[in-house]
């Protein structure tokens, strides 16, 4: 079946340090990929989504390149700021066996990420 | 910018009750789903809902769940008896269409606990 991990957190880093969230993926088909962010007290709020291989999607100096070589869905940030922490999920929306999709989503477990002054 | 929305917020209630959790979607969204967060773990996929009929459900949606458009505009997640290991956070969420490619929009969360 359809299945995401990501890199065990939590993440802790400095104001303006490199962020990397590590995001692979086993899927039927071409699946669509997306991180969701969840900040405190919050529900998911799309980040960023790719739908094909080497697509890069980006928001807000956050980037994620489609690898699908390496089935590989990996967020970074140059420059991380105390509002960026938050919980970080990865996700993909795949075609079942049988050819359909009826929309579900695929999470990862959640990246917890702390950016401290 | 329109937003999913869910009620309540925080909900506790003791094994074997009924609770009903309640979200309106999206106003022009057709598709809706549940997913729910057991503190620690993945978020899970429960089931999606379109047409008034359920689409697609996942394991954990056994005879104790149940889903609901009761007047066009709610979206509602009962559990009949409720148990110890339902305590999670419940979210809804809402698309327009289920391309690969689409977005989907999740509500707060209500964050059962279960007693």
């Known amino acids: 079946g359809n299945s995401v991990t990501q890199m065990e957190g939590p993440v802790t880093l400095s104001e303006e340090a490199f962020l990397t969230i590590n995001c692979t993926y086993t899927?039927?088909?071409?699946?669509?990929l997306f991180w969701y962010v969840q900040y405190p007290g919050e529900g998911l709020q799309l980040l960023l989504k790719a739908t094909k291989a080497d697509d890069k999607g980006s928001n807000k100096g956050f980037e994620a390149t489609y690898r699908k070589e390496t089935t590989s869905f990996h967020l970074e940030k140059g420059s991380v700021q105390v509002s960026d922490s938050a919980v970080y999920f990865c996700a993909l929306r795949a075609r079942n066996a049988g050819g359909t999709s009826y929309g579900k989503l695929t999470f990862g477990q959640g990246t917890i990420l702390t950016v401290h002054p | 910018e329109p937003e999913v929305t869910q009620t309540p917020s925080h909900q506790v209630t003791q094994m074997g009750q009924e609770v009903i959790l309640r979200c309106v979607p999206i106003s022009n969204h057709l598709y809706f789903y549940w997913y729910r967060q057991i503190l620690g773990q993945k978020v899970e996929f429960l089931v999606s809902?379109?047409?008034?009929?359920?689409?697609?459900k996942s394991e954990i949606f056994d005879d104790q769940f149940s889903v609901e458009r009761p007047d066009g505009s709610n979206f509602t997640l009962k559990i009949r008896s409720t148990k110890l290991e339902d305590s999670a956070m419940y979210f809804c969420?809402?698309?327009?269409?289920?391309?690969?490619?689409?977005?989907?929009?999740f509500g707060p969360g209500t964050r059962l606990l279960v007693l």
């Open positions: 969420a809402s698309g327009q269409g289920t391309y690969l490619q689409e977005t989907q929009y």
């Open positions: 809902f379109y047409n008034n009929e359920i689409s697609e």
């Open positions: 899927a039927t088909g071409y699946p669509s």
